[in-house]
C-alpha cells in the first residue's frame, strides 16, 4: 500500500477533502501524516478527529528557508512517502527540496495556471476582469506555480463578484479535482512526458496492476 503525506498551514478544507476521499473510496493508500508549519492551522485538528498522526514544525525557528526545508525534508524522509502533497502549504520552496522530491511533490493553486501565480489569485482574477477563473493541481518543479498540470477544473466569474465570493467558489472545485489527482497519481495513472500529463485509461493500467502482482 503507498502512503501519502500532507503538508498545510491553515484552514485545512483541502486536507478534509482529501482524508474523506480517501477513506471512502478506499484508496489503495494511507495518510502517513499531516505536518504543519503553523501550529494553530485548523487542518491539524482535523487530521486529528480523523485519527491521523500530526506534527508541527514552526519555520520561524529556523534562521532562513534553507534550514527549514532541510529539517522539513528529514522530517518527511523519516516516513518515506510515495507521495507528498502540498495542501494549502504557504511557504516558497528551495529548489533543493522541490528537486528531492521530484515526480512526488503535488500542489494545488487557486487559479487556473498559467494565470495568476503566487499570492491573492481571485483578486488578480478580479483586478483581470477575467470571465472564467479556477484551480490547478500540478507536479512542483522549481518555478514558483508551474510544472505539469495534472487536472483543473473552471468557475464562471459573476457579476458583483467579491474575493470571497469566488474563492468559495473555486474552493469547491479544489475539494473535487485535488482529490481526484491524488487517487491517480497512487493508482499509477499518470504519465508526465515533459510538461504534459497524460492520464492512462483505467483499464491500461489495471492490466499493468495485474502483471506486476504475477511478476
Ligand atoms: C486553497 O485555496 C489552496 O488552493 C491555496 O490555499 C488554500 C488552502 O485552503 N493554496 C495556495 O494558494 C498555494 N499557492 P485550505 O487550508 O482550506 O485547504
Known amino acids: 500500500m503507498k502512503s501519502l503525506l500532507i503538508l498545510i498551514s491553515g484552514r485545512g ?6 482524508i474523506r476521499a480517501c477513506q471512502t473510496e478506499q484508496w489503495p493508500a494511507r ?3 499531516v505536518i504543519s508549519n503553523r501550529a494553530d492551522a485548523a487542518g491539524l485538528e482535523i487530521a486529528r478527529r480523523a485519527g491521523l498522526r500530526t506534527e508541527v514544525l514552526d519555520h520561524r525557528a529556523f534562521p532562513d528557508r534553507a534550514a527549514f526545508d532541510a529539517a522539513l525534508a528529514e522530517k518527511i524522509d523519516a516516513h518515506a512517502p ?3 502533497v502540498l ?3 504557504l ?8 528537486e528531492h522530491y521530484a515526480g512526488r511533490l503535488i500542489n494545488i493553486h487557486p487559479s487556473l495556471l498559467p494565470a495568476f501565480p503566487g499570492l491573492r489569485t481571485h483578486r488578480q482574477a478580479l483586478e483581470a476582469g477575467v470571465k472564467v477563473h479556477g484551480a490547478t493541481v500540478h507536479f512542483v518543479t522549481p518555478t ?4 505539469p498540470i495534472i487536472a483543473q477544473a473552471a468557475v464562471p466569474v459573476l457579476p458583483g463578484d ?11 472545485q479544489e475539494h473535487k ?5 491524488l487517487r491517480w497519481f497512487l493508482e499509477d495513472r499518470l504519465e508526465v512526458d515533459g510538461h504534459l500529463v497524460r492520464l492512462r485509461p483505467e483499464g491500461a493500467q489495471a492490466a499493468r496492476a495485474g502483471k506486476a502482482v504475477n511478476a
Open 13 to 18: 478544507s483541502n486536507v478534509e477533502a482529501i
Open 31 to 33: 495518510i502517513a501524516t
Open 82 to 84: 510515495d507521495l507528498v
Open 87 to 89: 495542501a494549502g502549504f
Open 91 to 98: 511557504r516558497v520552496l528551495t529548489d533543493g527540496f522541490v
Open 144 to 147: 514558483l506555480d508551474h510544472g
Open 162 to 172: 467579491t474575493e470571497e465570493s469566488l474563492a468559495a467558489r473555486v474552493l469547491e
Open 177 to 181: 479535482i485535488f482529490p481526484q489527482a
